[in-house]
Every structure is written in structure tokens, then in C-alpha cells.
């Protein structure tokens, strides 16, 4: 007799499984799913990445017969609709499952319930919303691009106790420790883009790359090949160097501009980037529409690593879903430069107000999670 605890526990399995998939499976969701019998797990999986075999399809690779009469305990509702791989609702229904519990319907207007309908309506039992918070974490981009059809925008910020980036002169390295460091670039890993601003590369010519092996991420077999994110840069004006270091890494870097000199893009392109003209908002590239555009380009994950102008502009946009802040232990002054400029705050009733959702130490510094306040 399986009991609510029991579901509870072979979910969270199929949610740990999942969690295998993180730095793998873009542009696709993480999925997992584990297959109980009499009690017993007698298959699992998880989704490793795109093009390949869904997570309900490698534990029932694994179950082989011993599938038939068992129950599915899933992250996500299985797919109905054919795509790079066979609907996995035909998987469940030809390997004889007869109970299929999803943590949470998918966003994905392919599916939004119809693949839960299908099971129902062929006799199997079907359940939804267990554990549904643990299996949304798993997929906020997936799921903002589906429903807002934009992607999950992070913005990370490195400063010091007294909340300075950079000193006056714009020397900024190192704030941070380097488990810190280390920390970013697990953030990044995860991340489909990473977006910067035209003074942050002008000024440090950063890589913006993952600098990670495949042995430092859970989930990748050792010697992988770690996907690089899109690199984008805000560069209303077009000013950037054909030289400039991140054009010349492994992955590619889109430069986002509204003022375009064909023959400066010509040479960027040549130099392997890609420069798209955006729509402009008071002469500059307009934030919301270009993470319109990266949304359309099947961008889940987005993290902005930028200067204080572009990341308060994203944050006024409403376009910045969380704040990732690290905090090292020291002071730089009140002349040094500060985290964002926000314009027009000139009273108290005008503030951002965030919430704090998490707060940890990453080795001698503090990392506080917080997110705009509903």
C-alpha cells in the first residue's frame, strides 16, 4: 500500500534526479522521473539534454517489463506532442504504467494539461501538484519563457560591506573571494546568456565564458564538453572593438545595438560576433525587447554580470527576477562606485523594495538572494 509518505519521497527522488540535468539540458526543461512497483523502484531517469530521450523514456529503458503496472512519479507532465523525440505519453501508455503522479502541469501551450488528459482518458490514474514548489524551482527560465515569454533574468553583483563595485578609478579586482568566484561560475553554468554592458567590456575586456570543467558540474561525465552560454552585450551605440576578447572565445556573443554602422558590423560579424539592431527606448536598446528576443531564441536562464547603468535599468524595466548579491568583508568608501543607478529616487516612498530569500556564507563572504517585493 503506498501512502502519502511514500509519494513524497519517491518525488523528491525524481526532483533529485532531475537536478542531474542542470548545466545539460538547455533549452529544455529538467525532468525527472522514477518508476515504483509493489513498492519497489524498478526504473528511473532524467532528461540529460536536448534531442535525446526524456526522463519518462530512460526509466522506462531501465524498468523494462517490471514498467508494466507501475506508477510514474514525474517533475513535470509528460509531453504529448511529437518533437525532436516521441511523445512520452505514448511511452507510459505502450509500457503498461497504470499511475502517473506530475509535481506540476507544463507551461508549454503544447501540452498545458492535454498531456495529463490523455493518460485520464486511457484509464490511468493521474495526480498533480505534489511537491509543485521543488519542481518550479527546478525550471523558472523554462517556465517564464512559456508564460511571460521572457526568460528568467538574475543579475549578480559583487560589492563590498558598504555596498561599493568598483573603487573611483573603476579598479574592481578582486571584491570577492575566490570561492566566490567559483560560486559565479556554477551561475553561469546554469545560465543560457550572460548579459553585460558596453563600459563594463570597454573598461576590463572580460570573457564572460564558463571556466569550468566538466568534472566541477554535477551531472556531466568527465572530459564533457561544457556548453558555453550566449554572451550578449548591450552596446546601443556600437562602439565595441572587433579585438575585443569575447568575440574570439568558444560559443557565441550577440551585441545588441539600435544604432547600427554596416560596415562596423560587418567587421564584428566577420570577427565571429552576431550584432542585432534592437528597438530603442530614448536612444537605447530597449531591455524589455531584446529579452523578448533572447525569450524567442529559446533563452531560459538569463544572468546579467553588468555595471550599476544596466543592471538599475533592468531593475526599473521590472525585468530583474532575482538579486544575487555577495557581499565580502571589507569597505571601499563612500566615493567608490555603488550598485545601481536608480534615477528618480529621491523620497523614501520611492525605494525598491526587495525580499530576502536566502542569506549563506560562500567562504569569507555572504551571498544574499533577494527578490523584487509583490
Same mark, same amino acid.
Given at each position: ?196 554592458? &558596453?563600459?563594463?567590456? !570597454? $573598461? ?8 569550468? *570543467?566538466?568534472?566541477? %558540474? =554535477? @551531472? ?102 532575482? &538579486?544575487?548579491?555577495? !557581499? $565580502? ?8 562606485? *555603488?550598485?545601481?543607478? %536608480? =534615477? @528618480? ?30
Amino acid at each position: 500500500m503506498i501512502t502519502d509518505a511514500d509519494d513524497r519521497a519517491f518525488m523528491a527522488r525524481a526532483i533529485h534526479l532531475a537536478r542531474l540535468g542542470l548545466y545539460t539540458t538547455e533549452p529544455n526543461p529538467r525532468v525527472g522521473c522514477v518508476l515504483v512497483r509493489d513498492g519497489v523502484v524498478v526504473g528511473e531517469g532524467y532528461h540529460r539534454r536536448a534531442g535525446e530521450p526524456h526522463a519518462e523514456r530512460n526509466a522506462i529503458a531501465a524498468a523494462g517489463r517490471r514498467a508494466r503496472g507501475a506508477t510514474a512519479y514525474v517533475t513535470l507532465e509528460p509531453c504529448c506532442h511529437q518533437g525532436k523525440t516521441p511523445p512520452c505519453t505514448d511511452g507510459l501508455l505502450e509500457a503498461g504504467v497504470t499511475r502517473v503522479v506530475a509535481a506540476m502541469g507544463d507551461p508549454n501551450p503544447l501540452v498545458a494539461g492535454n498531456g495529463l488528459e490523455i493518460l485520464r482518458e486511457t484509464g490511468v490514474e493521474v495526480a498533480v501538484g505534489l511537491l509543485e514548489e521543488e519542481a518550479r524551482a527546478l525550471n523558472p527560465g523554462f517556465i517564464a519563457r512559456m508564460e511571460r515569454g521572457l526568460p528568467y533574468v538574475r543579475c549578480k553583483l559583487a560589492a563590498s560591506l558598504d555596498g561599493r563595485t568598483a573603487m573611483a578609478s573603476g579598479e574592481s579586482k578582486w571584491i570577492t573571494s575566490e570561492v566566490a568566484r567559483r560560486d559565479v561560475q556554477l551561475l553561469r553554468a546554469r545560465s543560457s546568456a550572460i548579459v553585460t554592458g &558596453i563600459k563594463t567590456l !570597454l $573598461a576590463d575586456d572580460p570573457s564572460m565564458n564558463v571556466r569550468l *570543467g566538466a568534472d566541477d %558540474l =554535477p @551531472g556531466m561525465d568527465p572530459g564533457e564538453r561544457v556548453r558555453q552560454p550566449l554572451r550578449v552585450l548591450v552596446d546601443s551605440r556600437l562602439r565595441t572593438p572587433a579585438n575585443a576578447r569575447m568575440i574570439g572565445l568558444p560559443g557565441t556573443t550577440l551585441i545588441a545595438c539600435v544604432d547600427q554602422d554596416p560596415i562596423h558590423a560587418m567587421r564584428l560579424e566577420s570577427a565571429g560576433a552576431k550584432v542585432y539592431v534592437c528597438p530603442e527606448s530614448g536612444g537605447r536598446v530597449d531591455l524589455r525587447s531584446l529579452f523578448q528576443y533572447l525569450a524567442r531564441q529559446e533563452i531560459n536562464e538569463v544572468l546579467i554580470e553588468s555595471g550599476p547603468i544596466l543592471a538599475g535599468a533592468a531593475l526599473q524595466a521590472g525585468l530583474i527576477d532575482e &538579486i544575487l548579491l555577495y !557581499l $565580502a568583508p571589507h569597505l571601499m568608501g563612500d566615493c567608490a562606485r *555603488g550598485l545601481f543607478r %536608480l =534615477p @528618480g529616487l529621491e523620497r523614501m516612498q520611492d525605494r525598491v523594495e526587495l525580499a530576502i530569500k536566502d542569506v549563506r556564507m560562500v567562504g569569507r563572504d555572504m551571498r544574499v538572494t533577494a527578490v523584487p517585493a509583490c
